[in-house]
């Protein structure tokens, strides 16, 4: 699989480069330049809020909302920083990438509402303070982050504006409507997100990990032109982390449904003969047609 970006070149998902594309370096390593995959949101500090978000809540948008909805992006992708979205409403699944997608204002007068899909959010719960450190080798920082669609705040919200609350409908109704338009099922086919996946605390650990399967790849006589080992791991086929499946998904809080205060859905997922735990929602992405 390839992935287009602003250097206009082709990277493969291999495992190096989703380590040194991963959101939270600014650059490459090894003189690689500017990360076009960079997200500020990624290595800056989050206090607790100063105000209930009882009536609006922080979100963060990421650069990926500009390879897509571009007229949006210019009022909400800000390098990070957080913006107070008020009166939530649920929008339905994106026909075009099977996401579900939220609408919202960005005060209490507006009149002007955006339509975003939960891939491209981040989510900042009141209560929670997010304060990244250079000793944690940018490891899942992305799980530090609620998920929109696990935050009890944002729920209520939906819940209050949606069809099933004006038509005397149970709470539950709407809830499983949530659940069964949710893309990110036990069992679904899903590959690791350039820019965001990174379980790897140690690029060394991880070149030496490489350096055996590359050694190995080259004992089985697989190629005639023997790439050197650099060049192999940014671009060889036998390098791509392959795709795989959710296996579990679990959330901190007591409400069985997975709603709670801190926004956090965590899920286990198995790629490659490798199982990889606590990963965001956002740290991997669907892949549609396949499952």
Known sequence: MFLKNSMRTKIKNTILNLHDYFGANKSIFDGGGENPFFEGALSRKYNHATRSDNFAVRMVFLNSLTRGEKAAASRLVKNGKPLWCYAVKYAGVCPKTGYRQISFALSKK?????CVGEQHILVIPSRVRIYPKFWDAYKQRCSNFGSVFAYTPIISMMWSQS????NGEDKEVFLERLESD???KIG??????????SPWPKRSALLVG???KYIQW???GNDVQIPEFEE???KSDAAILPPGVIMSRNFVGPSPIGHNIYGKEKLRVQMGGEIFEDLHPNEIEIILGEN
Not at 110 to 114: A, D, L
Not at 163 to 166: A, K, L, N
């Open 163 to 166: 069809e099933e609350f004006r």
């Open 110 to 114: 507006s009149k002007k509402r955006f």
């Open 232 to 234: 192999w791991c940014r």
């Open 210 to 212: 490489l350096k055996r």
């Open 188 to 197: 679904t086919l899903i590959q690791p997100r350039m820019g965001l996946f």
């Open 182 to 184: 949710n893309p990110l």
């Open 218 to 220: 080259l004992a089985d």
